[in-house]
């Protein structure tokens, strides 16, 4: 039992590093320093996001914690849009 907590911890700490790197991708978008920086930080977001995701498959977590983890992922991103958008 104590291995699958420190699995999901791992998982978790990762996944907030990802969310992170959304963050700063939401902020390139709305506060453009230049343009090789937006497309550094997304080709960024979307490699992490690919390891994470082959990691979590090779350990064989369950779908359902992938989706709320997905679900969670998707809900910081519109709300970081959408707050961007309206204090723009």
Do not use: H
């Not at 963050?23 to 497309?39: G, M, Q």
């Not at 979307?46 to 992938?66: A, C, D, P, R, W």
Request: glycine residues 6%; aromatic residues 14%.
């Amino acid at each position: 039992m104590r291995d699958n907590q420190k699995l999901y911890l791992n998982m978790i700490l990762g996944e907030f590093g990802n969310t992170l790197i959304l963050l700063c991708v939401v902020k390139a978008i709305w506060e453009p320093s230049s343009i090789a920086e937006f497309y550094l930080l997304f080709f960024g977001l979307v490699l992490s996001t690919k390891y994470t995701n082959y990691l979590e498959k090779l350990v064989g977590l369950s779908k359902k914690f992938i989706m709320i983890k997905l679900s969670v992922f998707l809900l910081v991103l519109l709300l970081s849009i959408i707050i961007g958008f309206n204090f723009r």
